[in-house]
């Protein structure tokens, strides 16, 4: 399984950008993907989790801003950033387990695959 992310770059605060992650697996839908993130200086945090099916979970930091979403059909998913703050500001790393459940998702050390990361950068 190998994931690659990408979309990063500079946003103005209170604006938007997206990131995608492709993955490289046989079969998509039995893949749970989840972005986290890491600013400087900080430790690694749980941004957002979506399953084969569609369910979702978010961290508090990021619910109502950030929306994650998937298309089965070109085995990518999608982190949406709206309203960004400059606290947003981190590399961002899209991960994947194969599991068709959800618990545990917001722990990274639940994902054994992980992408290199995209630098997100939002000035105030």
């Known amino acids: 399984v190998q994931l690659q992310a990408s979309g990063g770059g500079l946003v103005e605060a209170g604006g938007s950008t997206r990131l995608s992650c492709t993955v490289s697996?046989?079969?998509?839908?039995?893949?749970?993907v989840g972005w986290f993130r890491q600013a400087p200086g900080k430790e690694r945090e749980f941004v957002a989790a979506?399953?084969?099916?569609?369910?979702?979970t978010y961290a508090e930091s990021v619910k109502g801003r950030f929306t994650i979403s998937r298309d089965n059909a070109k085995n990518t998913v999608y982190l949406h950033m709206n309203s960004v703050k400059p606290e947003d500001t981190a590399v961002y790393h899209c991960?994947?387990?194969?599991?068709?459940?959800?618990?545990?998702?917001?722990?990274?050390?639940?994902?054994?695959?992980w992408g290199q990361g995209t630098l997100v950068t939002v000035s105030s």
């Open positions: 979506i399953s084969s099916s569609g369910s979702s």
């Open positions: 991960a994947g387990r194969q599991s068709n459940r959800m618990d545990h998702s917001t722990w990274p050390s639940r994902y054994p695959y």
């Open positions: 697996v046989r079969s998509f839908s039995t893949i749970i």
